[in-house]
């Protein structure tokens, strides 16, 4: 396991970086404003983002051997649910409750 | 809406004890770092012990939407060089989302202030009690670090399902995750984003100014 500096100076990496990408833009606003070409990112930008966070998430998935049921089960809850009610905090936490359980009893060992 | 956090703190502050990292790294990622996604990325990443350019980099991957925030964000309703530097340390999806909303036309930049800090606070607390629970229990509860796949399973098709009619984004997106995967499996955020930004540049060079300066 990692050392306290170690940890401290990762917090303050990443904490440096991300709040350098939320306050700076401020800075340079009529600029970013009039860029169409920032307008134009800046309108597909979060939700290409979002799809690619979610399969980095899932880039380790074993889809040739059993164990990646519980996964892609909770994953069906998690979609299905979302679909449904668009409720974000209940489709997380009823996904995750599911991929636990299925972990935990199903597939152990 | 803002007590969601809670549940989902928990979840983080309890991943952070499983996975082995001491349980004061929660109140320290959710209070100095306050960036819900990426702080559950930072969980396997400080883990692992990753080189802090890697931290860094995904950090920036990350959070990179966090820039087209100012676009729309009301920051000049917050007054003070202080409260105008916490508002933009605390510029989360969750804060940008409730300041930019219908109902917030007229808060206070008091009134944004407040709420932010009072999500931070939820967040912060929310993980704290997460960690400390997750160190009591017996044994580890494996799967818990699903809660990350399913809270980008849910941005993504909230995201995807504001932009009905476009469908060439989630695909450029899909496609530049999977070729990523299969050629740079070891910098997969960073050829991704790269082919996807790489992609949208050439599509609105493609659809020429027609769309933009009409």
């Not at chain 2, 930072?42 to 012990?49: C, E």
Request: hydrophobic share 55%.
């Amino acid at each position: 396991m990692p050392d306290a500096p170690y940890l401290l100076a990762a917090t303050a990496v990443s904490a440096a970086v991300t709040w350098a990408l939320r306050a700076l833009p401020f800075t340079a606003l009529k600029r970013l404003r009039s860029s169409g070409t920032v307008q134009y990112l800046s309108a597909r930008m979060p939700a290409g983002v979002m799809v690619i966070l979610f399969v980095y998430c899932l880039r380790d998935l074993p889809l040739t051997e059993p164990r990646a049921a519980a996964p892609l089960t909770a994953l069906a809850v998690t979609a299905g649910l979302h679909l449904w009610r668009r409720n974000a905090l209940l489709s997380i936490l009823a996904g995750t409750t599911v991929n636990v359980a299925l972990c935990g009893l199903v597939f152990t060992g | 809406m803002g007590l969601g956090l809670i549940p989902l703190g928990l979840a983080l502050g309890m991943l952070i004890t499983q996975t082995g990292l001491p349980w004061w790294c929660a109140s320290l990622f959710t209070a100095v770092v306050y960036a819900g996604s990426f702080e559950f990325m930072l969980v396997g990443l400080a883990a692992a012990a990753a080189p802090l350019a890697t931290v860094a980099l995904t950090a920036l991957l990350v959070n990179v939407r966090h820039i087209f925030y100012a676009l729309s964000f009301p920051l000049h309703r917050v007054n003070g060089r202080l409260a105008k530097g916490y508002s933009t340390f605390a510029l989360t999806d969750e804060a940008y989302a409730l300041a930019t909303g219908a109902q917030a036309r007229s808060w206070s930049g008091a009134r944004m202030l407040w709420l932010q800090g009072l999500l931070h606070l939820y967040w912060v607390g929310g993980a704290t009690a997460g960690a400390l629970l997750g160190s009591l229990l017996p044994g580890s509860v494996a799967g818990l670090d699903f809660a990350l796949t399913a809270l980008f399973t849910v941005l993504a098709l909230d995201a995807v399902g504001e932009r009905r009619r476009d469908l060439s984004t989630p695909v450029l997106a899909l496609l530049s995750a999977l070729v990523a995967r299969l050629l740079f499996p070891g910098e997969l955020l960073l050829a991704a984003f790269a082919l996807f930004t790489a992609a949208l540049l050439m599509q609105r060079r493609a659809r020429g100014g027609s769309t933009c300066h009409a």
